[in-house]
């Protein structure tokens, strides 16, 4: 009997010790996809949305993948009635049991000097590297130039 109780309590440990490092930062990452290019194309355009099921607000750093020379999280912002766009600094906030959003129309992150045009249906792979969650794999999937939003300028 001793023998079971044990090994129940033991049971309940490692589930407890599960249970508390499985969520890791409580980030998910959904709706990671890219805009694919014409082929001379100097700069592409991805999206995702961030959300945090936890009570602590993260940041978003920085995101690093070989698909381009760098990728700038950038800002979309009115100004006379032209949209125009700067770069994000110091990082992008996820608030606390909220949502950090890169969509069209709005915020996106770019991607500068591809390493090859962006074909529909192919995918790729980037690391998110967060203050709090540390880094995080996530799969861009690319989706065709006829999309839901116009292509912005630069
Ligand atoms: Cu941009």
């Known amino acids: 009997m001793r023998l079971v109780r044990n090994l129940l309590l033991f049971a309940l440990m490692l589930l407890a010790g599960i249970s508390l490092a499985a969520p890791r930062g409580g980030l998910r990452v959904e709706r ?29 750093l920085r995101i690093d993948s070989a698909i381009a020379q ?5 800002q979309s912002y009115n100004e006379g009635g032209m949209m125009r766009m700067r770069p994000i600094e110091g990082g992008a906030v996820v608030p606390a049991h909220g949502q950090l959003s890169f969509a069209p129309g709005g915020n996106h992150l770019m991607l500068i000097g591809p390493a090859h045009p962006l074909v529909a249906g192919e995918t ?30 630069h």
């Open 70 to 74: 760098s990728v700038e999280m950038h």
């Open 124 to 153: 790729f792979e980037a690391t998110l590297v967060f203050e709090r969650a540390g880094p995080r794999k996530v799969r861009f999937e690319v989706r065709g130039m006829d999309g839901d939003a116009p292509m912005h300028m």
């Open 32 to 60: 990671a996809w890219a805009r694919a290019t014409p082929p001379m194309a100097t700069v592409a355009a991805a999206y995702l949305v961030v959300i945090n099921d936890s009570g602590t607000p993260d940041r978003l």
